[in-house]
């Protein structure tokens, strides 16, 4: 993948997160890469993070969410229609278990 690509993927993902959680992220156009955005944090060794992503996506139908933002957006009404669905999610990622920042760093480097 593309290191500048990755790097966006990865601080879109952060930002939405810090911001609002997953329910965040998944309404907003940043949804729309989420299997991008698993591929982006396994290929810096971000595995952690990648399988938080990996559950939050879990959630929706299928396994992972519809890339098409309005389809999603529809369907997160579904999965967690009181914003709560992800909270678990939310909580771990905040957790930074993994370095994102230095990791990311270190792949571009």
Known sequence: ?????TKELIEELEA???NGGFDQFFF??????????IN?????????????????????PGGMPPK??????????????DSDAFEEEDQAFLEYKDDLSGLVA???G
């Open 1 to 5: 993948m593309d290191t500048e690509l």
């Open 16 to 18: 939405e997160i810090n």
């Open 28 to 37: 907003n156009s940043a949804g729309d890469k989420a299997a991008d955005t």
């Open 40 to 60: 982006a944090l396994s290929s810096i060794g971000a595995e952690h993070t990648a399988n938080v992503v990996r559950a939050a996506c879990a959630k929706f």
């Open 68 to 81: 098409d933002r309005d389809a999603r957006q529809e369907l997160l009404e579904q999965v967690s229609p």
């Open 106 to 108: 270190n792949y571009a």
